[in-house]
């Protein structure tokens, strides 16, 4: 680990962006009518608690690191940021997790103007298939951000611009977006998250399925969004972490064990279940 290089950056206390408390995720298609028969599931393993009682506050304008082993939980409270669990008909989850104040799980927030607002990108690059304009312009469209075809060329242009894509594939935008390489993909994809004008950009393990060079370009990218977005990476490489977030949580079995300054998660951890992680012992 001696070769890991910690991102220097100023680390100002800023706004708080994504509040998330008490927040527990289960698994298990058990009907359970009072809360109390909650714990007495898990017991009986009818029920997987897979996150247990989380509690952070995720800044703005910010790059934040989820790390942890594989299992850890890391990508399901990702999932919960977006209300993207809510399409696992086994899961449920339990809490408060408020953006801006807002509670995202009230009854009355509709998740698809929900996820307008916190865009997601996924592993594994995965473009439509439609052209590289008709995938940026996808949301707009449903969204009705654009009054008119100059307003959404404006919109692609900008989007392809902060996808750092624009100049690679201005002349070809009629070109289908599965034809692009593995990382001109990845950013095809961070484009169309940020073209509904999001507040948020939450990225699971965006790098996993790149080559190094593919791999650089999207860090540098992060870097470069989170002047303007709040940024979530779930990431499998402690490398990683270190180079793009200013702050960094490490999960394990579920547990929110720490969350800090990535300088100090990796020089100097509280917890010694942290410092077993970054030293390679678990994991």
């Not at 990845?186 to 507040?199: D, K, M, S």
Request: with cysteine; charged share 30%.
């Amino acid at each position: 680990m001696n070769d890991m290089r910690i991102l220097e950056r100023d680390v100002d206390t800023k706004e708080v962006k994504i509040a998330a408390k008490n927040v527990q995720v289960y698994y298990g298609d058990v009907r359970i009518v009072k809360p109390e028969d909650v714990a007495k599931a898990v017991e009986d393993k009818r029920l997987t608690h897979a996150i247990k009682n989380v509690n952070v506050e995720i800044e703005d304008k910010t790059v934040t690191a989820f790390i942890g082993p594989s299992g850890c939980g890391k990508s399901t409270f990702l999932r919960c940021i977006n209300r993207m669990n809510d399409t696992i008909d086994v899961c449920r989850v339990v809490g408060d997790i408020r953006i801006d104040g807002e509670d995202i799980y009230d009854p009355q927030v509709d998740p698809v103007q929900l996820r307008a607002k916190v865009g997601m990108v996924f592993q594994k690059p995965n473009p439509f298939p439609k052209s590289i304009y008709d995938n940026v312009a996808y949301g707009p469209r449903i969204h009705g951000l654009a009054k008119n075809k100059a307003e959404l060329d404006d919109i692609v242009e900008q989007s392809l611009r902060k996808g750092a894509l624009w100049e690679e594939v201005k002349d070809r935008l009629q070109s289908p977006g599965t034809g692009l390489s593995g990382g001109q993909q990845q950013r095809l994809c961070i484009a169309r998250a940020v073209a509904t004008e999001p507040e948020v950009l939450l990225m699971d393990e965006p790098c996993s399925a790149l080559d190094p060079i593919a791999t650089a370009q999207v860090e540098q990218l992060i870097d470069q969004l989170s002047k303007n977005y709040s940024v979530v990476i779930v990431t499998h490489s402690m490398q990683q972490a270190a180079r793009v977030s200013q702050k960094t949580a490490f999960f394990h079995l579920g547990d929110l064990v720490e969350y800090g300054e990535t300088g100090q998660i990796f020089t100097k951890p509280e917890d010694p279940r942290t410092e077993s992680y970054i030293t390679g012992r678990i994991g």
